[in-house]
Structures are given as C-alpha cells and as structure tokens.
C-alpha cells in the first residue's frame, strides 16, 4: 500500500488528507544486485493501481530531466529537505520509537572527497558513481532505522515561481560506534540525475 497526504505515521490512524493506493508493481533496474553490487542504481519506482490526486496537501516533486539545476543545487554551503518517519535517537534529543508524525529536516551537502574520507576504508566501495553525500557528523539529523524520503531542493524557475526538486534518494549510511543509532556520518543517496533516461521511460509509458 502507498498513502499520500499522511501527517501521522501510524498505519492505524486516518488524516482527513489521507489518499490510499495499491500498489501494482515494484519496478528496479536490471544491474541492481544490492550490497554485491555495492547498491549501485539503487532506486526503484512504485507504480499505483490508480492515480493520485492532486490536493493542497498532496503535491508531486518535479525531476530534473535536463540536469538544469544538479550543479547549483549539489553544492557546497547548500542544503536538501527530507522527511522521514524516526525510529530512533534524535541527535541528543530522546525521541519514542513510535514517534507519531513524520517530521521535516534539512541536510548539507558534503563535497564528494570530504565525504569519502569521513568513511572507513570497508565502506568506500560503496562511493560509486551514481552516489552524493548530505548530512552532518554531529548525529543531529536522520537517525538508522528511520525511513527517510527523497533529498528535495526549492529552486526560483522564475522571478515569480519556486518549484521543488528531487535530487536524491536515501540509500545507505553508517551507524555510530558503540552501536548508537543516530550516525556520525552522512547519508549516501542515489543520484536521480544519473538515471534520467530510466525513468523518462516511465515516464512516457504512464
């Protein structure tokens, strides 16, 4: 099941903004073979038995399919918003593991070599080419275990418009030492520009 529009994360509760949908069928690509393929092209769509409605809370995120703003918005000093679902420890903050609303945080990019050296030498197999860092090394942010949504930036299309984009899916991370949840490294996402010409093919078949 997907459903849209959710405030509270418990499958038992129901927003008045609410939208459920079956889900029809998982589609990944063919060269993903998970950690034996060091979770390359790790990205996947959901295709929906029905269509979602567009509502003032359901809202779609655009995808940047001619690479207009990668380089702005995958910067140095910028930072990406991403909602996720904590099943964890927040930073120093004590959070239940049932936390009942899905919360909102922003995390900075990390430049490529200084993301790669934050990683201990097993983990960097993982730094393949489809793949950026965002994230802190404080453990203020996202926590393992939590469900973490896409990497989304606002960028002005206009003088007059801001629209947001999706730049990166959450793939994998590090926990901390001592086996506390909340990492001290960032966060490794898939690059969606770098699978544009995947998804444009769904994109023309629905």
Not at 25 to 33: Q, R
Not at 83 to 93: D, E, I, V, Y
Not at 95 to 116: K, M
């Amino acid at each position: 099941m997907i459903r849209a529009g959710k405030y509270h994360r418990g499958l038992d509760i129901k927003d008045p903004t609410d939208q459920q949908f079956e889900v029809e069928s998982i589609e990944t690509k063919d060269t993903y073979e998970a950690d034996s393929g060091n979770y390359v092209d790790d990205i996947a769509i959901i295709v929906l038995q029905t269509e979602i409605t567009i509502s003032d809370f359901v809202r779609p995120v655009c995808v940047d399919l001619e690479s207009k703003y990668e380089r702005e918005q995958l910067s140095s000093g910028t930072f990406g918003s991403v909602t996720f679902s904590p099943t964890a420890r927040l930073g120093s903050t004590e959070r239940p593991a049932s936390n009942d609303v899905i919360l909102t945080t922003r995390l900075p990019f990390v430049e490529f070599g200084q993301c790669y050296e934050l990683f201990p030498a097993p983990f960097r197999t993982f730094f393949t080419s489809d793949k950026f860092c965002a994230g802190s090394t404080n453990g203020s942010e996202v926590c393992l275990g939590d469900a973490v949504g896409g990497l989304l930036f606002e960028q002005e299309v206009t003088a007059t418009t801001k629209q947001w984009f999706i730049q990166g899916i959450a793939s994998l991370s590090l926990p901390s030492r001592r086996g506390q949840m909340c990492s001290r490294y960032p966060v490794l996402f898939t690059k969606v520009n770098d699978h544009l010409d995947w998804l444009q093919t769904f994109y023309d078949k629905y």
